[in-house]
Structures are given as structure tokens and as C-alpha cells.
């Protein structure tokens, strides 16, 4: 009878072992992903995100491609990664090769890299890349255009074709987004404006505008975020203090930024990432060498002061945004630094009130550019 039981207990323990087994091997990666955008042979480092949001190297891929070392807006996103299906993707853009590297995240393996047309090109001031899971789209801000690519599988991508892409006064893409139907765009003459995006290729809405705080304070809009739901789009500035500026989109169009000038005592506001849940907006302050976090109501649009960080350790800029988790506040909070550093800023929120304090971990140094000023995380956020 004891044996019997012994038996019966070691049987449980091996199918124990077995499904803890299963479970790890089946568990989806959680990586952070740089663009390194070095000009001699660009590649991309990935990050596996531990507890706490510390980051551990894992791998770095070359693109096939060369960067442009960080020339440009830092808002410009230049990862972008996608999450569909089967489908697990890292979009990384080669700016000086004017092409777009595609890595597969199962493997962390290049899948390919796809050049856009031969007059498309963005050494001047960068590429910037926006997915909404069937194309992709490339801002290259040399020539002024917007590429568009079909999404295959394999993470492959095929050039499909260009839209005009220039501002008010001229000036090309700083950032932007998409989400479902529409792409919203932030122009570095200060002006913003929407694509249609319903049959894959961009078609302009017609909506080409100053925005209110470029024509109020002389701020010129930068990042771009879009609400989950769609109804709003937010851009950062430029200006200090920092501002951010709201547009209803609910109609498929933008209409006149609000602006909402009290968010922080930052220096600037160009990249900004709304959190999983939606109650904060992320902001970097490029020249004050802080983030913010400011309220953000979803359902009105409303943004309040929060919260601000301290000085973060390393050099005096800071760039891209991404969080650590996909619930919640996005528990910590990625910051690119231009000089080749990942700050790390661990957010807590507790009855209406918030704080940002740096990691004792950060920064993390990637030994593999020169700049990192674009980082994105998978899987990606859900909006």
C-alpha cells in the first residue's frame, strides 16, 4: 500500500515537472527591442524584461541595412512591432539605405530586408515606421513620402507604393500613428493632418492643419499617440514649459487641437506613450533629462498634471517611450537615450496620485550603437 502510494505520488511529481515544462517552453517571449540605427551596418538588440522591468541582452541582429545615427526627430518611431496571429514581428527601418528590416520574434532571426522605391529616401532626418497589422507604413523624410507595405506571412514585407507626404509650409513626417482606418501624422513645420487607410494605401483626408499650440505658443507637435477606442489623438511639443495637444478623431478626421499647457515643468514634450490602461500619459522631456506622467481622462480627452521624475542618470536627452507590461500603468516605463543608454523608470500610481523613480538599474547600455533613440516592446500594447 506504501508503495503503491510512493508510486502514485512520483507519477504526479513527473506530470507536474512535465506540464511546469510545457507551460515555459509555451510562454510568450518578453523582450524589449532597439533600433540601432548605426550608418555602417545597422543592426537591432533585443532585451528579454525581467521582474521589475530589468532588461537582460539576449541577442543582436543586423538589419541588411545601414542607419543614420540617429539624425532627426527623437520622436520619430523607429521600431515597430506586431502581434498578430501567428504573425510576431519586429519592423526595424534602415534610414540610410532607405528599406525596412523585418525580424522574426520566435527565432530573433532576420527574416528579410525591403527596400521602398529607388526615389524614396530618409538619411536627412530619419524613417519613421507604424503598423496597423496588415500594412506597414514608412515615413521617409528626405523625399516626403509615405510608403506603403503589405504585411505577409513569414514576416515578410512587399512595396506597394507611395503617398505625398509634406506639411502646411512643407515640412516632412515627424511621427506618426496608426489605428484602424486612419493615420495620424505630425509634420516638422509645426502643422499635423490624417490619412485614410481603409484600402491599404494612405489617402489624405483633407484636414492638413497648424496645430493650436504652434500657432498659440510656437510649438511644433511631435510624438503621436492614438486612444484605444480611436476617438482621440494626442501629440506631444516642443516648448517649455511642456505642453501636449488633443484632437477629437470620432469622425474619421482630425479637428483643432486642444492644448493643455500645465502638465509638468518639463523642457518639452516630444515623444509620448499612453499607458495600458489609459490613465496616464508618458512624456520625455529631451532637454530637461526627465519624463512625465500626466492624467489623462479617456472617455473626455482631459489631461491634468501628474507627476514628473527626477534627473535621469546618464546623458541630458531623452527619447522614445515604451512600457514594460501591457496592464495597468505599464509598470515600468523604457526611456531611449541618444547616448546608446535604456533609462528604466518605475511607476506607481496609488488613489489619484503618481511617482516616477529611476530604477537602480538603469540605465542599461547597449554596446552596439552609438544612439538609441527608438525602442519598442513585445508583445506591443494592445492599441
Known amino acids: 500500500m506504501k508503495r503503491g502510494t510512493n508510486m502514485l505520488r512520483t507519477a504526479m511529481a513527473v506530470a507536474a515537472i512535465g506540464m511546469f515544462s510545457a507551460t515555459l517552453c509555451a510562454a510568450e517571449p518578453h523582450y524589449l527591442i532597439t533600433n540601432n540605427d548605426y550608418s555602417s551596418g545597422n543592426s537591432s538588440t533585443s532585451y528579454s524584461i525581467l521582474a521589475q522591468g530589468i532588461l537582460k541582452q539576449i541577442a543582436v541582429v543586423g ?36 528599406d525596412v528590416a523585418a525580424i522574426a520574434i520566435a527565432t530573433l532571426i532576420l527574416s528579410g530586408t525591403f527596400p521602398a522605391s529607388s526615389t524614396d529616401s530618409g538619411a536627412s532626418a530619419g524613417v519613421g515606421i507604424v503598423n496597423n497589422g496588415s500594412y506597414l507604413y514608412a515615413n521617409f523624410t528626405s523625399s516626403e513620402t509615405l510608403a506603403t507595405y503589405k504585411i505577409l506571412s513569414g514576416c515578410k514585407l512587399t512595396f506597394i507604393g507611395d503617398t ?146 527626477g534627473t535621469l542618470r546618464g546623458f541630458e536627452f531623452e527619447a522614445g517611450l515604451a512600457t514594460a507590461s501591457n496592464s495597468g500603468t505599464g509598470g515600468a516605463l523604457y526611456v531611449a537615450e541618444p547616448d546608446s543608454d535604456i533609462g528604466i523608470v518605475n511607476v506607481t500610481e496609488n488613489g489619484g496620485s503618481c511617482t516616477l523613480t529611476e530604477s537602480p538599474k538603469s540605465p542599461v547600455h547597449d554596446n552596439n550603437t552609438i544612439t538609441v533613440d527608438s525602442i519598442g516592446v513585445f508583445p506591443p500594447r494592445a492599441f
Not at 521600431?79 to 539605405?97: H, R, Y
Not at 485614410?196 to 489617402?203: C, L, M
Open 164 to 309: 505625398p507626404a509634406a506639411g502646411l509650409k512643407g515640412g516632412p513626417i515627424v511621427d506618426m500613428w496608426a489605428h484602424g482606418n486612419i493615420l495620424v501624422a505630425s509634420f516638422q513645420d509645426g502643422s499635423i493632418g490624417s490619412f485614410n487607410i481603409t484600402s491599404g494605401t494612405p489617402v489624405a483626408n483633407g484636414d492638413l492643419q497648424l496645430s493650436t499650440g504652434n500657432i498659440q505658443d510656437g510649438s511644433s507637435p511631435e510624438g503621436v499617440d492614438i486612444t484605444a477606442d480611436g476617438h482621440y489623438a494626442i501629440f506631444g511639443g516642443t516648448v517649455i514649459p511642456e505642453l501636449v495637444e488633443v484632437s477629437d478623431i470620432s469622425s474619421g478626421k482630425l479637428t483643432p487641437t486642444v492644448v493643455y499647457s500645465d502638465i509638468g515643468a518639463g523642457s518639452g514634450s516630444e515623444a509620448i506613450w499612453i499607458s495600458p490602461d489609459e490613465t496616464l500619459l508618458y512624456t520625455s522631456s529631451f532637454s530637461s533629462n526627465q519624463v512625465t506622467a500626466a492624467h489623462f481622462d479617456k472617455t473626455t480627452g482631459v489631461v491634468s498634471s501628474g507627476c514628473i521624475s
Open 63 to 98: 538589419t541588411g541595412g545601414n542607419g543614420n545615427n540617429g539624425l532627426g526627430a527623437v520622436a520619430t518611431k523607429r521600431v515597430s512591432i506586431l502581434s498578430k496571429g501567428a504573425e510576431n514581428c519586429a519592423f526595424i527601418s534602415d534610414a540610410g539605405s532607405n
